[in-house]
């Protein structure tokens, strides 16, 4: 007995002050579902889920009718998230002490593909795009990487819980027609600089379908993006682009560059993409292999380590500098 009594009052230390219910025992799923680290704004970290018939330990109710119950998801971070009650049955101790839960194994890391332009080469396959009209050789465009897109593996996870009309619009081609995006000053400020795709509703395109895979909103996506295209940009590939404007580059160059700015091995994870332009072949994009957790900050070095080796794309190509050549 008192060592139940003092399991309860270490219980009570960990709980927040928000007026939950403590609870003692086992929860046990019978569904796959969202376990939650706040349930005011909907976060889930690692996109985490209940596996049916897995034991949990349980913490908490969230009123004295409680929807949800606080449980611990080990290998998780966080680890204590919340859960629908629907979601399981829940079991009671009673006065002993509870069986102990085997810890689940950490989740892998999710994979991504972060998709960059080198705008001047983008723009020579697209010259009538609004970003593409005026672009100068003093724009931020013209010396360092575009944003395309950051996409959640695999390949056709796209358009999550998405409507049809919004699928349509952007399958479509008509980017404006879609919903405007809920983003901070900064972090718009930020992407219009970074994605001159913007200017034509690129940034709406992505979202709608990609980005709604992503597990945040639309402001977190964006700043994940963000912050991995400043780690890029400061890079010594950036460098080696706008160093090599109207040169030639060729494969094993540019992914050497990786390694030597992102550890041995990055360059495997960059597949190099070119186009023909007449007779010139330029390089338009890198796809680039990431694996990370949403719930740590976004970083390009660890995420390429964590990612898996992929193909090559072209042999090389010109770095094309701005304007039509």
């Given at each position: 007995?008192?060592?139940?009594?003092?399991?309860?009052?270490?219980?009570?230390?960990?709980?927040?002050?928000?007026?939950?219910?403590?609870?003692?025992?086992?929860?046990?799923?019978?569904?796959?579902?969202?376990?939650?680290?706040?349930?005011?704004?909907?976060?889930?970290?690692?996109?985490?889920?209940?596996?049916?018939?897995?034991?949990?330990?349980?913490?908490?109710?969230?009123?004295?009718?409680?929807?949800?119950?606080?449980?611990?998801?080990?290998?998780?971070?966080?680890?204590?998230?919340?859960?629908?009650?629907?979601?399981?049955?829940?079991?009671?101790?009673?006065?002993?002490?509870?069986?102990?839960?085997?810890?689940q194994?950490?989740?892998?890391?999710?994979?991504?593909?972060?998709?960059?332009?080198?705008?001047?080469?983008?723009c020579e396959?697209?010259?009538?795009?609004?970003?593409?009209?005026?672009?100068?050789?003093?724009?931020?465009?013209?010396?360092?990487?575009?944003?395309?897109?950051?996409?959640?593996?695999?390949?056709?996870?796209?358009?999550?819980?998405?409507?049809?009309?919004d699928?349509?619009?952007?399958?479509?081609?008509?980017?404006?027609?879609?919903?405007r995006?809920?983003?901070?000053?900064?972090t718009?400020?930020?992407?219009?600089?970074?994605?001159?795709?913007?200017?034509?509703?690129?940034?709406?395109?992505?979202?709608i379908?990609?980005?709604?895979?992503?597990?945040?909103?639309?402001?977190?996506?964006?700043?994940?993006?963000?912050?991995?295209?400043?780690?890029?940009?400061?890079?010594?590939?950036?460098?080696?682009?706008?160093?090599?404007?109207?040169?030639?580059?060729?494969?094993?160059?540019i992914?050497?560059?990786?390694?030597?700015?992102?550890?041995?091995?990055?360059?495997?994870?960059?597949?190099?993409?070119?186009?023909?332009?007449?007779?010139?072949?330029?390089?338009?994009?890198l796809?680039?292999?990431?694996?990370?957790?949403?719930a740590?900050?976004?970083?390009?070095?660890?995420?390429?380590?964590?990612?898996?080796?992929?193909?090559?794309?072209?042999?090389?190509?010109?770095?094309?500098?701005?304007?039509?050549?």
């Amino acid at each position: 007995m008192r060592r139940l009594l003092i399991l309860l009052a270490l219980a009570l230390l960990c709980l927040p002050a928000q007026g939950e219910v403590p609870l003692t025992g086992t929860f046990t799923a019978t569904k796959a579902c969202p376990a939650l680290q706040s349930m005011r704004r909907g976060t889930n970290p690692g996109d985490v889920r209940t596996e049916p018939g897995t034991g949990y330990e349980l913490l908490a109710g969230n009123t004295a009718r409680p929807t949800h119950f606080w449980i611990v998801i080990p290998g998780v971070d966080p680890e204590r998230r919340w859960v629908e009650i629907g979601c399981g049955t829940r079991s009671e101790t009673f006065g002993r002490w509870p069986t102990p839960i085997a810890r689940q194994p950490r989740p892998a890391p999710r994979q991504y593909v972060l998709a960059v332009n080198w705008q001047p080469a983008f723009c020579e396959t697209a010259p009538r795009k609004s970003e593409c009209r005026n672009q100068r050789a003093g724009d931020v465009s013209a010396r360092a990487f575009s944003l395309h897109g950051l996409w959640p593996q695999p390949i056709g996870n796209t358009y999550c819980e998405v409507s049809d009309a919004d699928r349509w619009a952007a399958e479509d081609g008509r980017w404006r027609d879609l919903p405007r995006l809920d983003l901070a000053r900064d972090t718009a400020r930020d992407l219009e600089r970074v994605m001159p795709g913007t200017r034509s509703g690129l940034d709406r395109y992505e979202w709608i379908k990609h980005g709604t895979c992503y597990g945040t909103d639309a402001d977190a996506y964006y700043r994940d993006a963000l912050a991995l295209m400043e780690d890029l940009n400061a890079s010594g590939v950036a460098a080696l682009f706008a160093n090599s404007a109207g040169g030639e580059l060729s494969a094993h160059q540019i992914r050497s560059a990786f390694d030597r700015s992102f550890g041995p091995g990055a360059g495997e994870r960059v597949e190099i993409g070119c186009e023909a332009d007449g007779r010139r072949t330029i390089i338009t994009e890198l796809t680039i292999a990431l694996a990370g957790d949403m719930a740590q900050p976004a970083d390009l070095t660890s995420w390429l380590k964590a990612a898996q080796p992929g193909q090559r794309g072209c042999r090389g190509g010109i770095v094309d500098p701005v304007g039509l050549q």
